[in-house]
């Protein structure tokens, strides 16, 4: 490093561009696992939720937010998580790459660790992340983009827990699964899940039909009180959920 600084070399280092995000908006971070649907078959997960690959996501968030403390809120379902920075945070100079690269691979690197804690067979290969920043400059924005992916967990949930109903219990083809599936709207699954496999939709666990939310709580342990990263299957989408939590927007 020293013999870099002040040579005739060191004019390479102006190439570099500026990526400070700019102040007073939401610097939303969301990685998602690269093709997990293989890596979810070579692992055997659990069909159409493996508790314990959920656990290992939901261990690996909570790594990222013991240690990036600006990060308020995060939720995770499937093989994303997004992380939800405090507007007025100053880490890493709000630089862009460095925020989207520390989180990005401290969340791998933490998934491989924490994987041996919860799953049978040893890993395969190496599993990777995507990540992209994504900026919300109003609370509505950032309240919005969380619903979204809480809707798209309650989708693909209902959706996979009829199609793999089917599969396992009725014998279906994954092709009969999904022909007998097309075109049905939310109440068909619900009926069909509750007429042919006894099943009440909005009794499976939480976890699966809401995804999980950390937020950083106040929890006592013997005498004393601490923060810890606590996690929650609610549902965000109510304005309930934003009344209960007001610390998330800094209120
Ligand atoms: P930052 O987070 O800003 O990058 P840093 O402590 O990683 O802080 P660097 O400028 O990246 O600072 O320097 C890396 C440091 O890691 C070196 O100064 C050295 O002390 C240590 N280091 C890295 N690789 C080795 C190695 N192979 N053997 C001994 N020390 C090493
Ligand atoms: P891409 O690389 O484009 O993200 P992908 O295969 O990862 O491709 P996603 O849309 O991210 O596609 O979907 C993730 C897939 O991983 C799900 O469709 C599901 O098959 C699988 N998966 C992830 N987590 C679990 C889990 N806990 N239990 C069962 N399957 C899971
Ligand atoms: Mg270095
Ligand atoms: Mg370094
Ligand atoms: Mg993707
Ligand atoms: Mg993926
Ligand atoms: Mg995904």
Redesign the pocket.
Known sequence: KRSMACSRFEYVKSFELDDSILPNVWIVIRI??????????AHD??????????NV?NAAATAVMQEFRDIVLAYGQ???YSFVFRKETAAFKRRAAKLLTYVTSLFSSSYVMQWPKWMQLPLAYAPCF?GRVVLYPSEQNLKDYLSWRQADVHV?NLY?TAFWKLVLEKGLTNQQAEAKLRGTFSADKNELLFQEFGINYNNLPAMYRKGTILLRKRVILGEKSRQAVVPLHEDLISSQFWKKHTEILGK
Do not use: I, R, V, W
């Open positions: 998602d696992g690269k093709k997990f649907h293989k890596f979810s078959k997960f659990e069909k159409p939720n493996d508790e314990n690959a959920l996501m499937s093989d994303e995507d693909n996979n």
